[in-house]
């Protein structure tokens, strides 16, 4: 009788349950060209990042006259993009396929820098009229050699007036100075110590009360004569009058010897070059009122 031995094995089944991670349904993986990091470039003050495209976008923006950003990489500087004459130049870089680099112009940019010309810096040497030597001016006389020059980024020029007691006049004489200065944009003349008394600049505050009205400035004063004068007019409905110094001195309709409704003072510079004086009397403030 033959005997058989039947093997049974015996596989183990269990059911167990795994938890697996599944990407977020409609939120699709955010590619790397979009994740560079700002600071990969150094920051400019007007510096945008947009990241609705396919990838990154960053756009650097200066602006100033003859604007321009110079683009460097880990080799150096690699140039600048200018301008073209629109007072703004304009960068854009992409992040790379890693997002690792911002990349412009085919480089892989690691700073740029925004560089114009201030305008301070602009002004043109037509704005400044510099008076000659006039015959008809005694005193007048040519300006020394002016020396042009840069302070903080912008453009100086220097006048110089030699001679004896020089000053330099500005804005026909509304105010001066005693020396060499750095003028922007104003009138100048050059005298020397002959006719001091022509050098008197407009620094007599003139006001108005009641119904007064003054009518004449700082370019009404006449430097033609053998010294400066200033023909100060005042007008009004009746009985208006000057007011010198607060009350020193008065003058009123009948003063200049014609009853008209108009005050008129003519005070010349004093032999000092420093007020302008009428009746003894050095003027420092004019009120023109009506009524009183």
């Known amino acids: 009788m033959t005997s058989r031995i039947i093997f ?10 795994i938890a697996m ?10 590619p ?48 600048a993009v200018e301008d073209e004459g629109t007072d703004t130049a304009t960068l854009r870089a992409t992040c790379n396929g890693a997002g690792t680099a911002w990349e412009a112009m085919g480089l892989m940019v690691t700073a740029v820098e925004c560089s114009a010309v201030p305008a301070c810096a602009m002004c043109p040497v037509s704005l400044i009229t510099v008076d000659t030597a006039n015959s008809a001016d005694p ?18 020029r220097t006048f110089t007036c030699a001679g004896s ?13 005693t020396g060499p200065t750095a003028a922007t944009c104003h009138m100048q003349r050059c005298r020397d110590g002959v006719g001091t008394c022509k050098r008197c600049a407009a620094n007599v505050a003139i006001t108005q009360m009641f119904f007064g009205m003054t009518t004449t400035t700082g370019a009404s004063i006449d430097r033609t004569g053998a010294c400066a004068t200033w023909d100060l007019v005042c007008t009004g409905p009746s009985q208006q009058s000057w007011e010198i110094n607060g009350g020193e001195a008065v003058f009123n309709d009948a003063s200049d010897g ?3 409704n108009v005050v008129r003072v003519m ?26």
Do not use: H, W
């Open 8 to 17: 049974l094995f015996f596989v183990p089944f269990t059911s167990s349950c």
């Open 21 to 30: 991670k599944t990407p977020t349904p409609g939120i699709p993986a955010i």
């Open 32 to 79: 790397a060209c979009k994740k560079c990091a700002a600071n990969l470039v150094m920051e400019m003050y007007d510096d945008e990042i947009v990241t609705t495209g396919a990838c990154a976008e960053r756009k650097f923006v200066c602006k100033g006259m003859q604007a321009s950003i110079e683009v460097f990489t880990s080799a150096g500087s690699q140039g």
């Open 139 to 156: 005193g007048s006389k040519d300006m020394d050699p002016e020396t042009p020059g840069m302070s903080a980024g912008c453009s100086t």
């Open 165 to 177: 007691n020089p000053v330099i006049e500005i804005n026909g004489g509304a105010s001066m100075v």
């Open 258 to 260: 014609v009853v008209d």
């Open 267 to 292: 005070p010349t510079c004093d032999p000092t070059g420093m007020f302008f004086e009428f009746g003894g009397v050095n003027f420092m403030t004019a009120d023109c009122s009506a009524g009183a």
